[in-house]
């Protein structure tokens, strides 16, 4: 185990930062697998308010942080038939539903030279952790279909969340 890691490791002994290309997404309550090729838009954003008394000696206001917002997370996978994940698609998204399933999902960076991942909601592998609190389908895009390629037909599906929780 020590030589797979020290071959991540420049002459200097440090080590390198991990690659966005292995990562495992989970949701909670949905049991089975899909499995993702891209993730994007994991973001939060502090608004700034700017206040200034009548009375204060600077002509320049005081920032003070206002509310946090995040975007929407898109997740992009090649079709799967795994029926867990689609039927949670399929009740966010329906036009006759009850309440929107929320769930929480966890998105974690996998560390290839030897981390494991780890149930929610942290990992002590060590790997880079988002996890998504609230979350439910807000948008589902259908693979393009074009019978003249062999690509593979990735669908997408955007998320809507709550939090952003950044455990580790």
Request: net charge negative; hydrophobic share 40%; glycine share 6%.
């Amino acid at each position: 185990m020590a030589d797979a890691i020290a071959t991540y490791q420049n002459s200097k002994g440090l080590s390198y930062p991990l690659t966005k290309m292995n990562f495992l997404v989970t949701v909670s309550s949905v049991s089975g697998t899909a499995a993702f090729s891209e993730v994007t838009g994991i973001e939060a954003t502090v608004d700034v308010i700017e206040f200034r008394q009548g009375n204060a000696h600077s002509m320049a206001p005081v920032k003070i942080p206002g509310l946090v917002k995040h975007g929407n997370v898109t997740l992009k996978m090649g079709y799967t038939l795994d029926s867990a994940f689609k039927t949670w698609i399929q009740e966010c998204v329906s036009e006759v539903r009850g309440a929107i399933p929320r769930n929480e999902v966890q998105i974690e960076l996998i560390d290839i030279t030897g981390g494991t991942p780890q149930q929610m909601p942290t990992s002590p592998s060590g790997n880079r952790v988002w996890i998504l609190t609230n979350a439910w389908v807000t948008k589902y895009s259908a693979p393009d279909l074009d019978a003249k390629t062999s690509d593979v037909a990735i669908e997408s599906v955007e998320l809507a969340y709550e939090e952003l929780v950044i455990p580790n």
